[in-house]
């Protein structure tokens, strides 16, 4: 069954701590990229990457490190230079990172930071 | 930059009632155009796109939506919805040329049964 798998669910964690989300694929889609969603916003682009070993920055990066070492794993970490990290973050994969493929999205990793 | 705006946060309809959201974007170029939904509990899926050619779409479930060029718009509509409608409704842009998705803030819909 092919798909993205984020996990946890929930996370919770204290302020001044960094954290990881895990996001997996396995539908062999070259690019990977992370969002977050808050209420009234949509979801804003972190960072994507098109290929292995490569990512760029997104919209919002600050705060947010990523890597890209396994065509099907994209984690990403937030650091506790984020200011408001609680948030619902969207892991996604496409085919390619052109603009007419279209973008598969994971379950998504509540964050909750205290 | 590239920018998505839906005018709605809210709309609450009753069954068989007619239903458009509206998506207005700012981009100076070519755009693909894109209506995503997030159903409870459920991932983000994608209802409809538009690439090129005919500017009225049709997607799964009944919805369709229509870009029309000279008002930078991409309104999403369905003639009669279900219950099974509630859900939140992303539009979203992607320049052409470009790689990245920019999404609109997004509409709640409650259908009441």
């Known amino acids: 069954d092919g798909g993205i798998t984020q996990s946890p669910k929930y996370l919770f964690r204290k302020e001044g701590q960094n954290v990881t989300l895990s996001c997996e694929q396995n539908?062999?889609?070259?690019?990977m990229y992370w969002y977050r969603q808050d209420p009234g916003q949509g979801l804003r682009l972190i960072y994507y990457s098109q290929i292995v070993n490569d990512f760029q920055k997104g919209d919002i990066a600050e705060g947010y490190s990523v890597s890209r070492e396994k065509k099907e794993s994209f984690p990403l970490t937030v650091t506790s230079a984020q200011k408001n990290p609680t948030a619902f973050y969207l892991c996604?994969?496409?085919?390619?990172?052109?603009?007419?493929?279209?973008?598969?999205f994971g379950p998504g990793t509540r964050l909750t930071v205290t | 930059a590239q920018s998505v705006s839906q005018h709605n946060h809210h709309v609450i309809l009753s069954e068989a009632a007619s239903l458009e959201l509206g998506c207005n974007y700012s981009y100076g170029g070519t755009v693909n155009l894109f209506w995503y939904v997030q159903y409870p509990g459920q991932h983000l899926q994608l209802l409809l796109k538009y690439f090129s050619g005919d500017p009225l779409v049709k997607g799964i479930k009944g919805f369709e939506a229509e870009f029309i060029k000279s008002k930078f718009s991409f309104n999403l509509r369905k003639p009669s919805v279900q219950w099974s409608d509630t859900a939140e409704y992303f539009c979203?842009?992607?320049?052409?040329?470009?790689?990245?998705?920019?999404f609109g803030g997004g509409t709640r819909v409650l259908v009441k049964p």
């Open positions: 979203a842009v992607n320049g052409a040329a470009g790689n990245k998705l920019t």
């Open positions: 996604a994969s496409s085919l390619s990172a052109g603009a007419s493929y279209e973008q598969y």
């Open positions: 539908l062999n889609h070259d690019a």
